[in-house]
Nanobody, 126 residues
Framework: VQLQASGGGLVQTGGSLRLSCTPS????????MGWFRQAPGKEREFVAV????????WYSDSVKGRFTISRDNAKNTVYLQMNSLKPEDTAVYYC????????????????????WGQGTLVTVSS
């Protein structure tokens, strides 16, 4: 399974971007797709995730209220709408797929996802 991520770019503080992630095959109803990010010199961190079966979403505290994860089933694509961007949001953003959704406590763990996109760079200028 390959994940094609796109939508990154350069934006000013307060601006918006929308990231997209499309798997190469249809995902199962039990799957979960999420976004992680990695800033220079830092570890990869959880951003947001959606369970396909329920549509339930989870967000990191740092993006809650500013970012929204959503899904277009017809296009088999997951989006991350990022609003009110801050310089500290600058990172490479990775989409990730778990064929079988992890338990809630493990949704934030990068190791619970089997497939990863190539990453898309988001740069927020101050």
């Amino acid at each position: 399974v390959q994940l094609q991520a796109s939508g990154g770019g350069l934006v000013q503080t307060g601006g918006s971007l929308r990231l997209s992630c499309t798997p190469s095959i249809p995902t199962s109803r039990n799957s979960a797709m999420g976004w992680f990010r990695q800033a220079p010199g830092k570890e990869r961190e959880f951003v947001a995730v959606m369970r396909r079966s329920s549509g339930h979403t989870w967000y990191s505290d740092s993006v809650k209220g500013r970012f929204t994860i959503s899904r277009d089933n017809a296009k088999n694509t997951v989006y991350l709408q990022m609003n009110s961007l801050k310089p500290e949001d600058t990172a490479v953003y990775y989409c990730a797929l778990a064929r079988n959704s992890p338990i809630v406590s493990n949704l934030y763990n990068a190791g619970a996802y089997e497939y990863w996109g190539q990453g898309t760079l988001v740069t927020v200028s101050s």
